[in-house]
């Protein structure tokens, strides 16, 4: 292997990152975010953190990136000398310095001839990995070799914003412009940002898989500070967050970035999308402006305090929210045994006073009042209910919150999973379903008990059976008693009516020989009194009907 290969220390730097401390793993990683822009976290155990970074490694091997491994290298070396990341300052001297022989607590005393010693000599130095092979000891120090082919790096920025899921920063392409403090609504200030694509950034916007953007970051002084006022906030990293009234202008064309997110929240706007005003040509310089005063959109409230913001032009690699939603399907999917056992493992840890029982749950989700297809909730969270993933991203994408919709708690994107016991209710039951009943054993049923689980269908069987309607006889022998009873009602109707007839023969009319009187003559109202009687089923005696008038009238009783 040639001695300018930049990669000949490569397997013994990730061999020996397994014997640094606890601390120095996490000054490794210090390093890493300042210089190579990674997003590793420091928390976690030993095992965690040089798991971190040897995957870091072997990311930047497998793409075959140099310029962040010559940083990662300048990093390692320098932790290994002084015991701390100190910046890129002291990184040549670092990378260049001497080990010791307590370099690493427990490296093996292995001997070799040294520069500076003879083989001969009664005290030889101890074997350092950091300045050489294991497979070849008179190999020479290895030196940082300038490469050519590579494009220029971009102007270093030391400012980390917080990871999100949605944009992973691939490399800052401007300088941190400092926005001057702005004391009132009136006090309007302008800040001016220039900065050039190089031929590497522009060919990863111009790809399609995977996709990148151009992204304005932008930051407060209640987060970030430079040089030594900056260590108060302990390299924390910093959450995105604008001016309260702001415009942004990219070669003088406004962009509509929502800026704002939610009041007095801050990281919980998204970086500014920068669009395809940015002229995407080698070395042509893009212009930023931002224009902004200390206010708020409500007259009636007073101003925040005024404050300096930072901002820097990043680029991104995006992930959609289908991505994000396929990625959860595949690798976070909880299956419904595992969800009723924690569960039950949740009843359990219950107060013996504390009964559980049933509790209506909808199967629409909380935020878009939809059915939900995709069943997420976090897997910190106890209840039943879930959101919808479409819908919950797409919500966090224009204003992050990261809070659950149901408990309100906040949730690490990390936690999401898809409930595997939700998603079998919603297969088992139609989209006219909105809702069903969970008993506290975790079987279920809907309030007509039409769809339910097998389970909860095999203890209620016999319930079911009293409950469903006995269907009525419809036989032809029941049939026509129906038919008549109806025909003999029609009949005695009919009776009824001839009954109450005028022009009926009257028994009396043999009494009275050959002389009929038509009380229908008389009156309008009398007729059609005696008319609407003859509709009723059973006709009652009224005093004003014709056999009553007829026995009290008046030429009758003279004769």
């Known amino acids: 292997m040639s001695a300018t290969d930049p990669w000949v220390d490569f397997e013994t730097l990730k061999v020996n990152v397994r014997l640094n401390t606890v601390d120095r793993l996490k000054q490794i990683i210090v390093g890493f975010n300042d210089e190579c822009w990674t997003m590793l976290s420091k928390s976690g155990k030993k095992q965690d953190l040089i798991n971190r970074i040897l995957h870091s490694l072997d990311e930047w091997r497998t793409s075959s990136n140099i310029e962040k491994w010559n940083k990662a290298r300048s990093v390692l070396y320098q932790v290994r000398n002084s015991g701390m990341w100190r910046g890129h300052a002291h990184s040549a001297s670092g990378l260049m310095a001497s080990p010791s022989a307590n370099s690493y607590p427990g490296a093996p005393p292995v001997n070799r001839p040294y520069m500076g010693t003879t ?9 350092d990995s950091f300045t ?19 494009p220029a790096a971009p102007p270093r920025a030391a400012i980390r914003f917080k990871p999100s899921p949605f944009f992973l920063v691939d490399q800052p392409v401007s300088t941190i412009a400092e926005c001057p403090e702005s004391s009132s609504s009136g006090d309007r200030r302008q800040q001016v940002l220039l900065f050039a694509l190089n031929a590497d950034q522009i060919a990863k916007l111009n790809s399609s898989d995977p996709k990148y953007e151009l992204r304005l970051y932008c930051t ?6 430079r040089g030594s006022a900056g260590l108060r906030f302990g390299g924390n990293p910093c959450p995105i967050e604008f001016p309260p009234t702001c415009e942004i202008r990219v070669n003088q064309v406004q962009i509509t970035a ?20 940015v002229r995407e040509s080698i070395g042509h310089q893009n212009r930023i402006e931002m224009v902004y005063v200390n206010s708020q959109t409500n007259s009636n409230q007073a101003p925040p305090p005024p404050k300096k913001y930072y901002i820097v032009v990043m680029l991104v690699q995006v992930t959609t929210v289908n991505q994000l939603i396929e990625k959860v399907k595949k690798g976070k999917f909880k299956s419904r ?7 039950k493992q949740a009843v359990k840890v219950e107060e013996d006073d504390i009964v559980a029982g049933p509790q209506k749950t909808s199967l629409k989700c909380p935020l878009s009042y ?24 797409s919500l966090n994408e224009q204003t992050t919150t990261w809070s659950c919709p149901i408990c309100e708690r906040s949730i690490n994107p990390e936690e999401l999973i898809v409930d595997g016991y939700f998603n079998s209710i919603l297969e088992s039951t139609p989209d006219t379903v909105e809702d069903v009943i969970v008993e506290a054993d975790g079987e279920w049923h809907t309030s007509d008990d039409r769809y339910a689980s097998g389970a909860w269908k095999k ?21 026509q008693r129906l038919l008549s009873v109806m025909y003999s009602e029609e009949e005695d109707e009919g009776e009824v009516k001839r009954e109450l007839s005028p022009s009926r023969p009257s028994p009396m009319n043999g009494l009275l020989g050959t002389q009929v009187i038509d009380l229908t003559l008389e009156s309008d109202e009398e007729s059609v009194s005696g008319r609407s ?12 009907s014709p056999q009553m008038i007829f026995g009290r009238n008046p030429g009758l009783e003279t004769r």
């Not at 045994?337 to 569960?343: I, N, P």
């Not at 939809?370 to 991203?393: E, M, N």
């Not at 209620?460 to 419809?474: F, I, M, N």
């Open 370 to 393: 939809g059915r939900i297809k995709t069943p997420c909730r976090s897997s910190q969270c106890v209840h039943v209910q879930c959101f919808d993933a479409l819908s919950w991203y």
């Open 132 to 150: 050489s092979s294991s497979r070849n000891p008179t190999l020479p120090i290895p030196t940082p070799v300038p490469h050519t082919n590579v």
């Open 220 to 225: 407060s002084s209640s987060y970030f500070a």
């Open 337 to 343: 045994e595992d969800v009723l056992t924690q569960r």
């Open 258 to 277: 929502s800026t704002k997110g939610l009041k007095k929240k801050p990281g919980t706007a998204p970086p500014a999308l920068l669009g395809k005003s």
């Open 119 to 127: 083989a001969g000599s009664s005290n030889p130095p101890r074997y």
């Open 459 to 479: 203890n209620h069987k016999s319930a079911l059976s009293l409950a469903s309607p006995t269907p009525q006889p419809t036989n032809q022998a029941t049939q």
């Open 533 to 544: 009687l003859g509709r009723k089923r059973k006709a009652e005696v009224d005093p004003n």
